[in-house]
């Protein structure tokens, strides 16, 4: 079983930053897939990016490219969302996510672990 905790949300203004990490006790994420998702209220949740075991490959959501990045560093057992150049529409609960692949993946059931969420909010 693996356990994600995911940390660094909060309050920011529209145009901020934030960077969001997710880790893991008592396991490795070495070997997996790793996602970013999020949820604003009253809609479903929706993929963010993605990144391969290795982290050669990423994938990003068209409403992020060029303004998040995902990476990760095995060592720390840790993966990273950079977010810059926050909007509103940015407001929801991001989770972190595992699958037991290391291959990327878009879709919500692709993914085998899951965090309990951390809540960013982007201030107009």
């Known amino acids: 079983q693996v356990q994600l905790v995911e940390s660094g949300g909060g309050l920011v203004q529209a145009g901020g930053s934030l960077r969001l990490s997710c880790t893991t006790s008592?396991?490795?994420?070495?070997?997996?897939?790793m996602g970013w998702f999020r949820q604003a209220p009253g809609k479903e949740r929706e993929f963010v990016a993605t990144i391969s075991s290795g982290g050669i490959t990423r994938t990003y959501a068209d409403s992020v490219k060029g303004r998040f990045t995902i990476s990760r560093d095995n060592g720390k057992n840790t993966v990273y969302l950079e977010m810059n150049g926050l909007k509103s529409e940015d407001t929801a609960v991001y989770y972190c996510a595992a699958r037991r692949s290391r291959l990327t993946a878009q879709s919500v059931a692709s993914y085998d672990y899951w965090g309990q969420g951390t809540q960013v909010t982007v201030a107009s």
């Open positions: 008592g396991s490795t994420l070495s070997g997996l897939g």
